[in-house]
């Protein structure tokens, strides 16, 4: 069946690079190159994700011509089970290659598929110009030695997320450690929904390991935490982080170790003794419901979530793992009673936030952060936790 409309060039380039770039990577080819190809795996898995958001098949066949010289390779595209695209590129062999030799169009029937397949081609091309960057990049990492180099090298690419996504499973595929350094540099930098993201791909690469999901379920326990005890307390959180699996910690603890001593004995103290400075508040304070852009509903519930499901992997396997997992939700569970408390810039006697005038004296009452809910500083005009602008009209 053919059709009297002709397809845009663009349109037929679209359905060409698609088909050749989930052929590059479909599992057969994984297979005849080696399971163990750096990326290749998780890019597949990418691939299908996007491919599936769009609903829309794109595929590809060799057509070997029996009396001619040149051979065809035809390509198909199917939105919801119709073929709406269909057409014949002619090429020199029976090995599949780059083409755009239009011999014949044979189906095309216009529609909003046409805007999906768009889309899934520039999502895909990025994926494609990531892999290419995040190649080069695990190199420069390998000798950047500083947070600031760290996150630098990464914000340099692209498209930040996917490199991310792209770095934690390269380094999944030899030894997952090297994801804690960059954990740790994007939160010293003040990029905390960076380094939950880290946490976040290192639960969908070990779904069954209860240990990476007890580290998820900690970052959104610690921005619930932060909203109800002073931001020094903050400095715990982090090492709740560390003790669920300090040998995953080591790589930054090492880092650390050389480069501030203070901040390491903070961590790694004798049931941490040491001081936390004003620094060490200002890196760990960051854990806040307004850095994980989320409402403190979704941050409680996905912290169950995950330390739910950490103790059912857990149960029978890892005592250790079952038992922090258990804690961390009992911990959970008693939060919601925690008040969070003002103190009085008179007498210095204690108040529920929400109260606007002391008990005690009836001097008025620092106000609440909106967003956080950490107490604000008289006359303040910013939040000293997360920047928020406060209101100094009340």
């Not at 005849?32 to 691939?47: C, H, I």
């Not at 340099?156 to 499973?169: E, G, H, M, R, S």
């Not at 960059?182 to 070990?206: D, P, R, S």
């Not at 480069?259 to 049931?271: A, C, M």
């Amino acid at each position: 069946m053919s059709n009297a409309l002709t397809p845009s060039k663009e349109l037929l380039d679209n359905a060409r690079f698609l088909a050749g770039y989930l052929y590059a990577y479909s599992p057969q080819m994984a297979k005849s190159l080696g399971e163990d190809v750096l990326l290749r795996p998780f890019v597949g898995e990418l691939l299908g994700l996007i491919i599936h958001d769009t609903d829309i098949q794109v595929s590809h066949s060799i057509v070997p011509k029996m009396f001619q010289q040149r051979h065809g390779i035809i390509y198909k595209v199917i939105d919801k089970g119709i073929i709406t695209l269909e057409f014949t590129d002619s090429i020199a062999n029976t090995i599949f290659e780059d083409s755009n030799n239009l011999e014949i169009v044979r189906i095309y029937q216009p529609g909003g598929w046409e805007i999906r397949l768009d889309l899934a081609c520039q999502k895909s091309q990025i994926l494609n110009s990531s892999v290419k960057q995040v190649a080069s990049l695990l190199t420069a990492l390998s000798v950047a030695y500083t947070p600031e180099q760290t996150v630098e090298l990464i914000e340099a690419t692209d498209n930040i997320p996917v490199t991310i996504k792209l770095l934690v499973y390269a380094y999944s595929t030899s030894h997952d450690t090297e994801s804690w350094p960059i954990f740790g540099a994007f939160l010293t930098m003040g990029k905390v929904k960076e380094a939950l993201l880290v946490l976040e791909t290192l639960v969908q690469i070990y779904p069954e390991d209860a240990k990476y999901r007890i580290a998820f379920g900690n970052m959104f326990y610690g921005a619930l935490h932060n909203t109800k005890v002073p931001p020094v307390d903050s400095v715990r959180i982090l090492r709740s982080l560390i003790d669920t699996a300090p040998k995953l910690w080591a790589p930054m603890l090492e880092t650390l170790k050389k480069e501030d001593t203070h901040l390491y004995k903070t961590l790694t103290g004798s049931r941490y003794e040491s001081s936390i400075s004003s620094e060490d508040e200002r890196i760990f304070n960051r854990i806040t419901l307004a850095a994980l852009d989320c409402s403190y509903e979704f941050a409680r519930k996905t912290a169950e979530e995950q330390f739910t499901e950490a103790m059912r992997l857990s149960k029978g396997r890892n005592k250790k793992d079952w038992e922090q997992a258990k804690q961390a939700l009992v911990a959970l569970r008693m939060i919601d009673k925690m008040k969070a408390t003002l103190l009085c810039p008179e007498c210095d006697s204690e108040s529920e936030v929400g109260q606007q005038f002391c008990g005690i004296c009836g001097a008025r009452l620092t106000v609440g952060c909106p967003s956080c809910g950490i107490p604000a500083d008289p006359g303040a005009r910013f939040c000293r936790n997360c920047g928020m602008q406060m209101d100094t009209s009340k």
